[in-house]
Nanobody, 124 residues
């Protein structure tokens, strides 16, 4: 199994940027595709984007496309979510997840391993 720990969340003003990290331990991180999700209070968990095992392919949800970039450094066992031009509606708990299926876009049930989440709050 792989264990995931997110970090980098916090409070930021609208228009600002944040970079979230997802540190993996246990099994080799390169064995897994990685996804990022978010969940706002009272809302369902939303897929933000994903990246394949090697990092060669990424997928972004329409709601964030053009404002985010997902990357990974398998040598460091770490994945990243760079978020720019943040909006108040981006406020949520952000989760990284790992999947043994290798694709940038996967349904939630394909991700077997999850981090505990990190809070992002965007003030207007």
């Amino acid at each position: 199994q792989v264990q995931l720990v997110e970090s980098g969340g916090g409070l930021v003003q609208a228009g600002g940027s944040l970079r979230l990290s997802c540190a993996a331990s246990g099994r080799p991180f390169s064995n897994y595709a990685m996804g990022w999700f978010r969940q706002a209070p009272g809302k369902e968990r939303e897929f933000v984007g994903g990246i394949t095992r090697s990092g060669s392919s990424t997928y972004y949800a329409d709601s964030v496309n053009g404002r985010i970039a997902i990357s990974r450094d398998n040598a460091k066992n770490t994945g990243y979510l760079q978020m720019n031009s943040l909006k108040p509606e981006d406020t949520a708990t952000y989760y990284c997840a790992a999947s043994l299926f290798n694709a940038g876009r996967l349904t939630t049930d394909k991700y077997a391993f999850w981090g505990q989440g990190t809070q992002v709050t965007v003030s207007s």
